[in-house]
Protein backbone atom coordinates (compact mmCIF):
# COMPACT_ATOMS: atom_id res chain seq x y z
CA UNK A 1 0.00 0.00 0.00
CA UNK A 2 1.17 3.36 -1.44
CA UNK A 3 -0.60 5.27 1.74
CA UNK A 4 -0.95 4.73 5.14
CA UNK A 5 -3.74 3.03 6.36
CA UNK A 6 -4.66 5.90 9.12
CA UNK A 7 -3.60 8.52 6.26
CA UNK A 8 -6.65 6.83 3.62
CA UNK A 9 -9.08 6.84 7.05
CA UNK A 10 -8.38 10.48 7.37
CA UNK A 11 -8.31 11.14 2.78
CA UNK A 12 -11.82 9.15 2.72
CA UNK A 13 -13.06 10.75 5.91
CA UNK A 14 -13.86 8.04 8.18
CA UNK A 15 -12.30 10.06 10.62
CA UNK A 16 -11.65 13.59 10.80
CA UNK A 17 -9.43 15.91 12.76
CA UNK A 18 -9.40 19.85 13.50
CA UNK A 19 -5.11 20.20 12.91
CA UNK A 20 -2.17 18.67 12.24
CA UNK A 21 -1.01 17.85 15.68
CA UNK A 22 -4.24 15.36 16.56
CA UNK A 23 -2.77 13.15 13.42
CA UNK A 24 0.59 13.48 15.50
CA UNK A 25 -1.37 12.64 18.57
CA UNK A 26 -2.78 9.27 16.74
CA UNK A 27 0.54 8.34 15.48
CA UNK A 28 2.09 8.87 19.03
CA UNK A 29 -0.86 6.15 19.78
CA UNK A 30 -0.14 4.12 17.09
CA UNK A 31 3.47 3.28 18.46
CA UNK A 32 1.97 2.57 21.47
CA UNK A 33 0.03 -0.24 20.40
CA UNK A 34 2.25 -1.45 18.37
CA UNK A 35 4.51 -1.79 21.23
CA UNK A 36 1.94 -3.32 23.00
CA UNK A 37 1.21 -6.03 20.57
CA UNK A 38 5.35 -6.77 20.40
CA UNK A 39 5.25 -7.62 23.78
CA UNK A 40 1.64 -9.50 23.86
CA UNK A 41 1.64 -11.80 20.50
CA UNK A 42 -1.35 -13.58 22.13
CA UNK A 43 -3.38 -10.39 21.55
CA UNK A 44 -3.04 -9.82 17.96
CA UNK A 45 -5.99 -11.68 17.61
CA UNK A 46 -8.16 -10.36 19.17
CA UNK A 47 -6.72 -6.89 18.15
CA UNK A 48 -7.76 -8.07 14.82
CA UNK A 49 -10.81 -9.25 15.31
CA UNK A 50 -11.52 -5.84 17.12
CA UNK A 51 -9.98 -3.83 13.93
CA UNK A 52 -12.37 -5.23 11.52
CA UNK A 53 -15.34 -5.09 13.28
CA UNK A 54 -17.29 -1.96 12.59
CA UNK A 55 -19.53 -2.84 14.83
CA UNK A 56 -17.72 -3.68 17.66
CA UNK A 57 -19.18 -1.92 21.19
CA UNK A 58 -17.00 1.23 22.31
CA UNK A 59 -17.16 -1.80 26.00
CA UNK A 60 -15.27 -3.68 24.30
CA UNK A 61 -12.25 -4.41 26.34
CA UNK A 62 -9.80 -3.93 23.19
CA UNK A 63 -11.52 -0.71 22.25
CA UNK A 64 -11.38 0.90 26.30
CA UNK A 65 -7.81 -0.27 26.21
CA UNK A 66 -6.71 1.76 23.30
CA UNK A 67 -8.97 4.47 23.91
CA UNK A 68 -7.16 4.95 27.13
CA UNK A 69 -3.82 5.18 24.71
CA UNK A 70 -5.33 7.33 22.65
CA UNK A 71 -6.29 9.89 25.19
CA UNK A 72 -3.14 10.12 26.87
CA UNK A 73 -1.52 11.24 23.64
CA UNK A 74 -4.71 13.49 23.15
CA UNK A 75 -6.76 14.76 25.75
CA UNK A 76 -8.73 16.24 23.76
CA UNK A 77 -10.15 13.16 21.68
CA UNK A 78 -13.53 12.61 23.38
CA UNK A 79 -14.41 15.77 23.14
CA UNK A 80 -13.24 15.84 19.15
CA UNK A 81 -15.01 12.72 18.63
CA UNK A 82 -18.54 14.37 19.89
CA UNK A 83 -17.88 17.90 18.07
CA UNK A 84 -17.65 15.71 14.78
CA UNK A 85 -19.95 13.39 15.50
CA UNK A 86 -18.01 10.22 14.69
CA UNK A 87 -17.66 7.12 16.40
CA UNK A 88 -15.20 6.56 18.90
CA UNK A 89 -14.54 3.20 17.65
CA UNK A 90 -13.63 4.18 14.17
CA UNK A 91 -10.76 5.85 15.21
CA UNK A 92 -9.69 2.74 17.56
CA UNK A 93 -10.29 0.89 14.87
CA UNK A 94 -7.89 2.60 12.77
CA UNK A 95 -4.65 2.98 15.05
CA UNK A 96 -4.97 -0.76 15.26
CA UNK A 97 -4.97 -1.54 11.75
CA UNK A 98 -2.67 1.12 11.20
CA UNK A 99 -0.35 -0.79 13.91
CA UNK A 100 -0.51 -3.94 12.31
CA UNK A 101 -0.02 -2.72 9.24
CA UNK A 102 3.39 -1.73 11.17
CA UNK A 103 3.98 -5.33 12.60
CA UNK A 104 2.99 -7.60 9.38
CA UNK A 105 6.27 -5.70 7.47
CA UNK A 106 9.12 -7.42 7.52
CA UNK A 107 7.44 -9.78 10.08
CA UNK A 108 6.38 -12.91 8.08
CA UNK A 109 4.70 -14.41 10.98
CA UNK A 110 3.01 -11.52 12.19
CA UNK A 111 1.53 -10.93 8.80
CA UNK A 112 0.54 -14.98 8.56
CA UNK A 113 -1.01 -14.48 11.88
CA UNK A 114 -3.22 -11.38 10.99
CA UNK A 115 -4.14 -13.24 7.77
CA UNK A 116 -5.26 -16.61 9.17
CA UNK A 117 -7.53 -14.63 12.08
CA UNK A 118 -9.04 -12.12 9.40
CA UNK A 119 -10.14 -14.15 6.37
CA UNK A 120 -12.44 -15.96 7.46
CA UNK A 121 -14.28 -13.29 9.53
CA UNK A 122 -13.93 -10.45 7.86
CA UNK A 123 -16.44 -12.07 4.99
CA UNK A 124 -18.89 -11.82 7.93
CA UNK A 125 -18.51 -7.98 9.28
CA UNK A 126 -20.16 -4.84 7.56
CA UNK A 127 -17.30 -2.63 6.40
CA UNK A 128 -19.27 -0.53 3.93
CA UNK A 129 -17.41 2.58 2.72
CA UNK A 130 -13.96 1.13 4.16
CA UNK A 131 -14.33 -1.81 2.56
CA UNK A 132 -11.94 -1.03 0.08
CA UNK A 133 -8.85 0.36 2.40
CA UNK A 134 -9.44 -2.72 4.83
CA UNK A 135 -9.30 -5.26 1.66
CA UNK A 136 -6.22 -3.61 0.12
CA UNK A 137 -4.38 -3.99 3.62
CA UNK A 138 -5.57 -8.22 3.85
CA UNK A 139 -4.66 -8.58 -0.01
CA UNK A 140 -1.23 -7.51 0.87
CA UNK A 141 -1.09 -10.14 3.44
CA UNK A 142 -3.07 -12.45 1.88
CA UNK A 143 0.11 -12.33 -0.88
CA UNK A 144 2.60 -11.96 1.22
CA UNK A 145 1.45 -15.12 3.34
CA UNK A 146 1.55 -16.97 0.18
CA UNK A 147 4.51 -15.98 -0.96
CA UNK A 148 6.17 -16.77 2.44
CA UNK A 149 4.48 -20.37 2.45
CA UNK A 150 5.44 -21.19 -1.49
CA UNK A 151 9.07 -20.13 -0.53
CA UNK A 152 8.61 -22.22 2.89
CA UNK A 153 7.32 -25.53 1.45
CA UNK A 154 9.62 -25.43 -1.60
CA UNK A 155 7.15 -24.80 -3.96
CA UNK A 156 9.35 -26.29 -6.50
CA UNK A 157 10.48 -29.80 -6.92
CA UNK A 158 13.97 -29.51 -7.95
CA UNK A 159 16.29 -27.77 -5.56
CA UNK A 160 17.13 -24.10 -6.66
CA UNK A 161 20.50 -23.94 -8.43
CA UNK A 162 22.52 -21.59 -6.43
CA UNK A 163 25.68 -19.67 -7.91
CA UNK A 164 29.10 -19.94 -6.59
CA UNK A 165 31.47 -16.57 -6.62
CA UNK A 166 34.15 -17.33 -5.28
CA UNK A 167 36.41 -15.90 -7.57
CA UNK A 168 39.42 -16.89 -9.14
CA UNK A 169 42.81 -17.60 -7.23
CA UNK A 170 45.99 -15.71 -8.26
CA UNK A 171 49.83 -16.11 -7.26
CA UNK A 172 50.84 -12.31 -7.99
CA UNK A 173 54.90 -11.60 -7.24
CA UNK A 174 57.32 -9.78 -8.68
CA UNK A 175 60.82 -9.38 -8.21
CA UNK A 176 62.40 -5.33 -8.27
CA UNK A 177 65.22 -5.41 -11.06
CA UNK A 178 65.93 -2.15 -9.05
CA UNK A 179 66.91 -3.59 -6.15
CA UNK A 180 68.90 -6.12 -7.47
CA UNK A 181 70.62 -3.52 -9.33
CA UNK A 182 71.60 -2.24 -6.02
CA UNK A 183 72.81 -4.94 -4.40
CA UNK A 184 74.82 -5.81 -7.53
CA UNK A 185 76.43 -2.37 -7.13
CA UNK A 186 77.26 -2.80 -3.66
CA UNK A 187 78.72 -6.57 -4.14
CA UNK A 188 80.89 -5.09 -7.23
CA UNK A 189 81.70 -1.62 -7.06
CA UNK A 190 84.20 -0.18 -5.44
CA UNK A 191 84.35 1.25 -2.09
CA UNK A 192 86.77 4.22 -3.09
CA UNK A 193 84.25 5.14 -5.75
CA UNK A 194 80.71 7.25 -5.74
CA UNK A 195 78.72 4.48 -8.00
CA UNK A 196 77.47 3.13 -4.04
CA UNK A 197 79.72 0.38 -4.24
CA UNK A 198 80.96 -1.47 -0.57
CA UNK A 199 83.77 -3.77 -2.13
CA UNK A 200 87.40 -2.52 -0.46
CA UNK A 201 88.70 -5.10 -3.05
CA UNK A 202 90.19 -4.60 -6.90
CA UNK A 203 89.33 -6.92 -8.97
CA UNK A 204 92.80 -7.47 -9.77
CA UNK A 205 96.59 -7.22 -8.19
CA UNK A 206 99.75 -5.79 -10.06
CA UNK A 207 102.89 -8.49 -9.07
CA UNK A 208 106.02 -9.14 -10.50
CA UNK A 209 108.85 -6.60 -10.52
CA UNK A 210 108.55 -2.53 -11.67
CA UNK A 211 109.82 -3.66 -15.06
CA UNK A 212 107.74 -6.62 -15.24
CA UNK A 213 104.34 -5.89 -13.50
CA UNK A 214 101.41 -8.69 -14.38
CA UNK A 215 97.67 -8.96 -13.70
CA UNK A 216 96.86 -11.38 -10.91
CA UNK A 217 92.99 -11.70 -9.79
CA UNK A 218 92.36 -11.07 -6.48
CA UNK A 219 90.48 -13.31 -4.85
CA UNK A 220 89.48 -11.49 -1.56
CA UNK A 221 87.52 -9.05 -3.96
CA UNK A 222 85.56 -12.32 -5.65
CA UNK A 223 84.60 -13.56 -2.25
CA UNK A 224 83.46 -9.75 -0.93
CA UNK A 225 81.26 -9.87 -3.96
CA UNK A 226 80.04 -13.14 -4.20
CA UNK A 227 78.90 -13.24 -0.75
CA UNK A 228 76.99 -9.59 -0.89
CA UNK A 229 75.19 -10.51 -4.38
CA UNK A 230 74.62 -14.49 -2.77
CA UNK A 231 72.63 -12.04 0.04
CA UNK A 232 71.24 -9.69 -2.06
CA UNK A 233 69.58 -11.85 -4.61
CA UNK A 234 68.61 -14.50 -1.90
CA UNK A 235 66.96 -11.26 -0.19
CA UNK A 236 64.95 -10.52 -3.13
CA UNK A 237 63.80 -13.69 -4.06
CA UNK A 238 62.91 -14.37 -0.90
CA UNK A 239 60.74 -11.44 -0.78
CA UNK A 240 59.03 -12.23 -3.94
CA UNK A 241 58.08 -15.99 -2.89
CA UNK A 242 56.80 -14.48 0.30
CA UNK A 243 54.34 -11.86 -1.59
CA UNK A 244 53.39 -15.02 -3.69
CA UNK A 245 52.93 -17.03 -0.89
CA UNK A 246 50.83 -14.15 0.75
CA UNK A 247 48.87 -13.38 -2.38
CA UNK A 248 47.62 -17.62 -2.88
CA UNK A 249 46.81 -17.22 1.12
CA UNK A 250 44.48 -14.19 0.73
CA UNK A 251 42.80 -15.79 -2.71
CA UNK A 252 42.08 -19.34 -0.86
CA UNK A 253 41.15 -17.31 2.48
CA UNK A 254 38.29 -15.38 0.29
CA UNK A 255 37.81 -18.60 -1.83
CA UNK A 256 36.92 -20.94 1.25
CA UNK A 257 35.16 -17.64 2.54
CA UNK A 258 33.05 -17.99 0.03
CA UNK A 259 33.16 -21.72 -0.09
CA UNK A 260 31.20 -22.25 3.01
CA UNK A 261 28.25 -20.02 2.78
CA UNK A 262 27.74 -21.29 -0.76
CA UNK A 263 27.60 -25.00 0.99
CA UNK A 264 25.32 -23.94 3.34
CA UNK A 265 22.75 -22.66 0.84
CA UNK A 266 23.16 -25.60 -1.18
CA UNK A 267 22.44 -27.55 2.10
CA UNK A 268 19.35 -25.49 3.01
CA UNK A 269 18.01 -25.60 -0.58
CA UNK A 270 18.63 -29.63 -0.67
CA UNK A 271 16.83 -30.08 2.84
CA UNK A 272 14.19 -27.50 2.23
CA UNK A 273 13.23 -29.67 -1.69
CA UNK A 274 13.74 -33.22 0.44
CA UNK A 275 11.39 -31.70 3.41
CA UNK A 276 9.20 -30.69 0.64
CA UNK A 277 8.91 -33.67 -1.02
CA UNK A 278 8.16 -35.38 2.44
CA UNK A 279 5.39 -33.03 3.54
CA UNK A 280 3.35 -33.71 -0.16
CA UNK A 281 3.74 -37.57 0.09
CA UNK A 282 2.52 -37.15 3.97
CA UNK A 283 -0.32 -35.01 2.84
CA UNK A 284 -1.05 -37.55 -0.27
CA UNK A 285 -0.68 -40.75 1.55
CA UNK A 286 -3.04 -38.69 4.36
CA UNK A 287 -5.59 -38.08 1.54
CA UNK A 288 -5.45 -41.65 -0.05
CA UNK A 289 -5.81 -43.48 3.41
CA UNK A 290 -8.77 -41.06 4.62
CA UNK A 291 -7.13 -41.84 8.22
CA UNK A 292 -7.70 -40.01 11.53
CA UNK A 293 -4.46 -39.71 13.51
CA UNK A 294 -6.61 -38.11 16.42
CA UNK A 295 -9.28 -40.62 16.39
CA UNK A 296 -7.73 -43.71 15.53
CA UNK A 297 -10.54 -44.21 12.60
CA UNK A 298 -11.55 -44.13 8.98
CA UNK A 299 -13.06 -40.62 8.42
CA UNK A 300 -16.10 -42.46 6.33
CA UNK A 301 -16.91 -43.52 9.81
CA UNK A 302 -17.46 -40.78 10.82
CA UNK A 303 -20.61 -37.83 10.70
CA UNK A 304 -19.70 -34.53 8.37
CA UNK A 305 -19.27 -32.05 11.67
CA UNK A 306 -16.70 -35.35 13.44
CA UNK A 307 -14.89 -35.19 10.30
CA UNK A 308 -14.36 -31.54 9.81
CA UNK A 309 -13.20 -31.05 13.11
CA UNK A 310 -11.14 -34.30 12.84
CA UNK A 311 -9.30 -33.50 9.72
CA UNK A 312 -8.91 -29.94 11.14
CA UNK A 313 -7.08 -31.21 13.56
CA UNK A 314 -4.97 -34.16 11.81
CA UNK A 315 -3.92 -31.48 9.16
CA UNK A 316 -2.51 -29.22 11.45
CA UNK A 317 -0.62 -31.59 12.81
CA UNK A 318 0.95 -31.88 9.61
CA UNK A 319 1.48 -28.39 8.01
CA UNK A 320 4.02 -25.75 9.30
CA UNK A 321 1.37 -22.39 10.66
CA UNK A 322 2.80 -20.58 7.65
CA UNK A 323 1.93 -22.88 4.12
CA UNK A 324 0.56 -22.48 0.89
CA UNK A 325 -3.03 -22.00 -0.09
CA UNK A 326 -3.40 -25.12 -1.92
CA UNK A 327 -3.19 -27.14 1.29
CA UNK A 328 -6.92 -25.28 2.20
CA UNK A 329 -7.93 -27.20 -1.01
CA UNK A 330 -7.37 -30.42 -0.35
CA UNK A 331 -8.83 -30.07 2.96
CA UNK A 332 -11.75 -28.97 0.97
CA UNK A 333 -11.42 -31.89 -1.74
CA UNK A 334 -11.09 -34.66 1.16
CA UNK A 335 -14.33 -33.55 2.83
CA UNK A 336 -16.05 -33.61 -0.39
CA UNK A 337 -14.55 -36.91 -1.39
CA UNK A 338 -16.11 -38.44 1.84
CA UNK A 339 -19.32 -37.05 2.53
CA UNK A 340 -20.25 -35.65 -1.13
CA UNK A 341 -23.15 -33.37 -1.82
CA UNK A 342 -23.56 -32.58 2.47
CA UNK A 343 -19.85 -31.32 2.08
CA UNK A 344 -21.24 -27.77 0.37
CA UNK A 345 -24.79 -27.74 2.04
CA UNK A 346 -24.61 -24.76 3.82
CA UNK A 347 -26.38 -24.83 7.41
CA UNK A 348 -26.89 -21.79 10.32
CA UNK A 349 -24.04 -21.90 12.10
CA UNK A 350 -26.53 -22.32 15.37
CA UNK A 351 -27.11 -25.91 13.80
CA UNK A 352 -22.99 -26.63 13.96
CA UNK A 353 -23.16 -25.42 17.55
CA UNK A 354 -26.24 -27.87 18.67
CA UNK A 355 -24.67 -30.88 17.00
CA UNK A 356 -21.56 -29.97 18.96
CA UNK A 357 -22.56 -32.38 21.57
CA UNK A 358 -22.50 -34.81 19.26
CA UNK A 359 -18.52 -34.31 18.71
CA UNK A 360 -15.90 -37.41 19.86
CA UNK A 361 -15.05 -37.49 23.16
CA UNK A 362 -11.47 -37.56 22.19
CA UNK A 363 -12.42 -34.08 19.40
CA UNK A 364 -14.19 -32.24 22.82
CA UNK A 365 -10.96 -32.97 24.80
CA UNK A 366 -8.53 -31.52 22.47
CA UNK A 367 -10.77 -28.32 21.93
CA UNK A 368 -10.50 -27.79 25.11
CA UNK A 369 -6.95 -26.85 25.08
CA UNK A 370 -7.97 -23.74 22.98
CA UNK A 371 -10.63 -22.25 25.50
CA UNK A 372 -10.24 -18.96 26.36
CA UNK A 373 -11.92 -16.26 28.91
CA UNK A 374 -12.31 -12.88 28.99
CA UNK A 375 -14.65 -10.73 27.32
CA UNK A 376 -12.31 -10.18 24.25
CA UNK A 377 -13.34 -10.44 20.66
CA UNK A 378 -11.85 -14.12 19.91
CA UNK A 379 -11.08 -16.49 17.13
CA UNK A 380 -13.81 -19.21 15.95
CA UNK A 381 -11.86 -22.04 17.40
CA UNK A 382 -11.88 -20.37 20.86
CA UNK A 383 -14.93 -19.41 20.63
CA UNK A 384 -16.01 -22.62 19.49
CA UNK A 385 -14.01 -24.66 22.62
CA UNK A 386 -15.59 -21.96 25.12
CA UNK A 387 -19.15 -23.78 24.04
CA UNK A 388 -17.97 -27.37 24.54
CA UNK A 389 -16.35 -26.48 27.79
CA UNK A 390 -19.16 -23.93 29.18
CA UNK A 391 -22.51 -25.11 27.24
CA UNK A 392 -23.95 -22.02 26.15
CA UNK A 393 -23.96 -21.24 22.61
CA UNK A 394 -25.12 -17.81 22.66
CA UNK A 395 -21.77 -16.35 24.07
CA UNK A 396 -20.04 -17.71 20.66
CA UNK A 397 -21.99 -14.74 18.84
CA UNK A 398 -21.09 -12.26 21.16
CA UNK A 399 -17.43 -13.46 21.34
CA UNK A 400 -16.76 -13.80 17.48
CA UNK A 401 -19.24 -10.51 16.16
CA UNK A 402 -20.68 -13.05 13.67
CA UNK A 403 -24.05 -12.51 12.73
CA UNK A 404 -26.35 -15.36 14.26
CA UNK A 405 -27.90 -15.66 10.44
CA UNK A 406 -24.55 -16.85 9.46
CA UNK A 407 -23.98 -19.89 7.49
CA UNK A 408 -21.34 -22.45 6.72
CA UNK A 409 -20.71 -25.70 4.66
CA UNK A 410 -18.64 -28.29 6.78
CA UNK A 411 -16.04 -27.31 4.68
CA UNK A 412 -16.19 -23.76 5.87
CA UNK A 413 -16.15 -24.66 9.20
CA UNK A 414 -12.98 -26.91 8.63
CA UNK A 415 -11.24 -24.93 6.75
CA UNK A 416 -11.95 -22.06 9.30
CA UNK A 417 -11.40 -24.00 12.40
CA UNK A 418 -7.76 -25.06 10.40
CA UNK A 419 -6.98 -21.39 9.77
CA UNK A 420 -7.98 -21.09 13.89
CA UNK A 421 -5.36 -23.76 14.60
CA UNK A 422 -2.44 -22.45 12.98
CA UNK A 423 -3.12 -18.87 14.04
CA UNK A 424 -3.22 -20.10 17.76
CA UNK A 425 0.10 -21.53 16.92
CA UNK A 426 1.70 -18.64 15.72
CA UNK A 427 0.36 -16.49 18.42
CA UNK A 428 2.16 -18.59 21.15
CA UNK A 429 5.53 -19.06 19.33
CA UNK A 430 8.17 -18.36 21.73
Known sequence: MTESILQTYLNEQHIKVADESSVDNLKKAISQVKKHLTQKKAEIIPFTLVALDPKVKDI??????????????????????????????????????????????????????VWL?????IGHYHLSTEEGVVSRFLQALADQTEKNGQSSWGGKSNFQSIEFNGGKISAKASINEKHVAQHFKRAFGSSDGDTG????????????????????????????????????ITEVVNSALSQQVDSIQKGLDTYFAHLQPFFEKLQTSIVSSITANNKRSELLWWKQSLYSRSLNTSYRSLDPLNSAVAMALDLAEQVDAIYPESVDYLLREILKEVHREQAEEERLLTDWLTDRRNLNKNILSALNEYAAGGDARKSLLSAWANVVQSGEAAEFFTETGVDKTAKLTVSDLAVWLFHGLQAHRLATAK
Open 117 to 121: TARDV
Open 197 to 232: GENPHLPVDLTGSYNNHRLRNNSDWGEFAADISAKG
Open 60 to 113: DPVVQHVEKIIIKTWSAFKNSVTATKDKSTTYVRAVILESLSHLTKGDTAIAAL
